[in-house]
């Protein structure tokens, strides 16, 4: 199998021609087409020169598109060819994409990114309303028809968003009690302030870090499993088979899973909030040598029993609204696995703000409730 190789001849009007020899072809494994590139770019830049490609034994289109490229994407009056390699030439001059154009800077473009994302936050307010009118409209029904209620679905709900969440729930909120209380024992101490820690961590987890560990764990545990399995059900067709059969998705999928989640959240703030003060009675007992009952006699003294109605109030809202984003984003999934990922990132994130965002107003508006 003959290497591909030319030669520089001259004729008798003294004009020069590019002779191409062999296989042009990857099929020559001794083929190095970047040096070959190389070695004819001087004469690709000379429009003088003529080429003559019919001792050519062979010709692929990855020979074909070197010579096409150097050639500037053109064939003329200097390229002798057979017709075989006429074709390949055309073949390549349709495949060939245009050269990019160099669009001018668009001094606009920040403003339309920052309407197009105005235009998308409202489109997600406008369904979320929506969403909220046919829970409402559900709801009505089931006052007037009390044996319909998914009590099945419901129950369902409750334990996989609540009972399943208990193990972890009540490591995490173990753990971050005995942090809080290490951290903070060092510095009362300092003062000579020890009692004081009862009054910190009791403050802190029964009205702010009770609520928000468990809104944070939730949205990430059950909101996007949530998101996920209406995704699924939507990939599926599912929902479209109980439209189909007359059920409602809404009295069916949906609203188990807002009560569901609704109803457990405060009992899995009550849950963390007291592993989160167990774990800091262990600390402080540790740390500053204070009794276990003590901690917990001294507690109701110094915390107002209406910061623990602030964070159960918490709980139940932000218990309905992960529940309400998660299937938010759920229904908003297109038959493709792309946008069940896309959206279930989004129900996460979005959850997680929501409540952050929520829990700064209530802070706001409770400040003078409680201490």
């Not at 609540?162 to 060092?186: D, E, H, N, Q, R």
């Not at 009791?202 to 996920?228: H, N």
Request: glycine fraction near 8%.
């Amino acid at each position: 199998m003959a290497v591909a190789s030319f030669r520089i001849d001259t004729d008798d009007q003294g004009r020069r021609h590019v002779r191409l020899f062999g296989q042009w072809s990857l099929r020559a494994q001794e083929n190095n087409f970047a040096k070959l590139k190389k070695s004819l770019s001087p004469f690709f830049s000379d429009p003088s020169i003529h080429w003559d490609l019919q001792s050519v034994e062979q010709l692929d289109t990855a020979g074909a598109t070197m010579l096409w490229i150097g050639w500037g994407g053109k064939l003329d009056g200097r390229m002798v060819l057979n017709s075989e390699q006429i074709a390949t030439f055309d073949m390549l001059s349709q495949l060939a994409l245009p050269p990019p154009v160099k669009k001018s800077r668009d001094w606009l473009a920040p403003v339309a990114d920052w309407g197009n994302l105005v235009l998308a936050f409202f489109d997600h307010v406008r369904d979320i309303i929506q969403l909220i009118g046919l829970l409402l409209l559900e709801i009505v029904y089931l006052l007037r028809h009390p044996r319909d209620f998914p009590w099945r679905e419901f129950c369902a709900n409750i334990y996989k968003s609540g009972v399943t969440a208990l193990p972890v729930s009540a490591l995490l909120g173990f753990m971050i009690g005995v942090a809080m209380s290490y951290l903070m024992s060092k510095q009362v101490r300092t003062f000579g302030a020890d009692i004081f820690i009862v009054n910190i961590l009791g403050l802190s987890i029964m009205r702010e870090l009770g609520p928000i560990l468990m809104a944070v764990l939730i949205a990430g545990r059950s909101g996007s499993a949530m998101t996920a399995q209406i995704g699924v059900m939507r990939v599926t067709e599912e929902i479209d088979a109980l439209a189909t059969m007359g059920i409602s998705k809404i009295l069916r999928v949906i609203l188990p899973k807002i009560l569901g989640l609704t109803f457990v959240a405060p009992f899995l703030v009550l849950w963390t909030s007291g592993w989160a003060l167990a774990g800091g009675a262990l600390s402080a007992n540790i740390q500053l040598d204070i009794n276990y009952r003590f901690f917990f006699d001294y507690l109701p003294s110094v915390v107002q029993p209406v910061n623990l109605t602030i964070g159960l109030v918490k709980g139940l809202l932000f218990g309905s609204v992960m529940a309400l984003v998660a299937c938010h984003f759920g229904l908003r999934i297109k038959p493709n696995t792309e946008s069940l990922s896309i959206n279930t990132t989004n129900s996460v994130v979005t959850a997680i703000t929501s409540v952050i965002l929520i829990n700064a107003w209530f802070a706001i508006a409770t400040r003078g409730i409680g201490i």
